[in-house]
């Protein structure tokens, strides 16, 4: 069994095709099928049920599949803890960021870095909060930055807090007020950011203090689209108040969310249990140096 024909096995089960994973590992689609044979064979079970152009993993491909995962991070961590005995002078940091607030927070960082560590890859992916989770855990990223909750197997740092706003139409009839509480808004149609985000879950749990289940109406990962259907009259949304403050040139009006334990944050985050790269560590430095970490949990 070889480190090849599972790396190609992992990027045909991620990329949902043998088409997809050949144009990924720079292969033709006979070659990945034939290492996924190859792999089959040495395993002495099909891994894969192929029903025209959709392919399902068996539960042996399951397995081989969750195993696979774990052991290119081990052998990419080994890799980058052997970069690291020769200066950096090359290596891969792989980054997981939030699409909420990364563009501020994060964008100006990449220049810094690049600067100073100029042959350093960066492997760059935008999910929500629970999907970055997951790609930690499986050791799919180095470090990634987002609303994490407290988790046993992650370290993290809180580097941005700040307040929820309520946003709604610069015509509202609550578009004068000073704060708003989440009990005077039970009534009205709700926009949230998708379910992989952590902020829906702090929205959901102060809607069930306050008394009530929020009507939702829509659902985006993309803060200016929300801000548009916001602007149109559609519903409300809630924005940390960085972002808030940037879209109010639009037709929407900010207001402070006057509720307890709903503040958003970001915290860069990294396995427990791993080795930390380099690259990942002067990545780090670089957080720390333009955003002093704020307190955490």
């Given at each position: ?80 803890e ?60 180095e ?42 808004l ?22 069930k ?11 985006s990962?993309q803060?200016?689209f ?72």
């Amino acid at each position: 069994m070889e480190v090849r024909t599972l790396r190609v096995f992992v990027e045909v089960v991620r990329r949902g095709g043998f088409s997809s994973a050949a144009a990924v590992l720079e292969s033709t689609q006979s070659a990945v099928s034939k290492a996924v044979k190859a792999l089959e064979d040495d395993v002495g079970q099909p891994l894969l049920v192929r029903t025209g152009r959709s392919n399902t993993l068996t539960a042996a491909g399951e397995i081989v599949y969750r195993r696979a995962v774990r052991l290119l991070a081990e052998r990419d961590d080994m890799l980058s803890e052997l970069d690291n005995l020769r200066g950096l002078r090359r290596g891969v940091l792989k980054l997981g960021l939030s699409p909420i607030g990364s563009s501020t927070l994060f964008a100006p960082l990449f220049a810094i870095y690049r600067q100073r560590y100029p042959n350093v890859e960066i492997r760059l992916v935008e999910h929500g909060s629970h999907r970055l989770r997951e790609l930690l855990r499986n050791g799919e990223i180095e470090l990634g930055a987002a609303m994490f909750p407290p988790c046993e197997e992650l370290d993290q740092e809180v580097v941005r807090r700040e307040p929820l706003m309520v946003v709604v139409p610069h015509t509202h009839t609550l578009a004068t007020r000073a704060s708003l509480s989440l009990a005077e808004l039970g009534h009205l149609p709700f926009i949230l950011f998708d379910n992989s985000f952590t902020l829906n879950r702090i929205i959901g749990d102060a809607c069930k203090r306050a008394g009530f289940e929020p009507r939702v109406i829509a659902r985006s990962a993309q803060v200016d689209f929300i801000v548009e259907l916001v602007a149109a009259g559609v519903g409300i949304g809630f924005l940390p108040e960085s972002l808030a403050r940037n879209a109010g040139r639009r037709a929407i009006r900010a207001i402070k969310l006057d509720d307890a334990d709903t503040d958003w944050f970001v915290a860069v985050a990294w396995r427990r249990d791993a080795y930390v790269s380099h690259a990942a560590r002067a990545w780090l430095e670089v957080v720390r140096e333009v955003h002093r970490p704020a307190t955490g949990e």
